[in-house]
């Protein structure tokens, strides 16, 4: 037993009060934990704000109404035809182009 040794605090007393290099540090760990409780609750609240925004944006929507109704197109048959065959896409079925209409 009298081998080992215990670790003691590691101070630097230069008669002015110093405190040990562990107090130093635990005080530093608390000021960091205080700033991150800070920087948790500066966050919560503008995530808060940013909720209740976007459900009031939700809610809130838009109407069609006041507004004048979409004209509608004026096609001839194969126009129509072709403005289906573009609607659909390359690769989809088209049975315009199947059928020769275009």
């Known amino acids: 037993m009298d081998d080992k040794e215990t670790k003691k605090p590691v101070s630097k007393d ?3 009060g110093d405190k040990s290099e562990e107090v130093a ?5 608390d000021a960091r934990v205080k700033r991150m409780e800070e920087a948790t609750a500066e966050r919560n609240a503008l995530l808060d704000r940013e909720e209740a925004r976007e ?7 838009e109407t069609e109404a006041g507004q004048p109704p979409i004209p509608p197109k004026d096609m001839t048959t194969d126009e129509a035809a072709i403005e289906y065959s573009k609607s659909i896409g390359p690769g989809g079925a088209n049975p315009l182009k199947e059928d020769g209409f275009i």
């Open 25 to 29: 540090k635990a005080e530093q760990e």
């Open 55 to 61: 459900a009031e944006k939700a809610v809130g929507g």
């Open 14 to 16: 230069t008669g002015k």
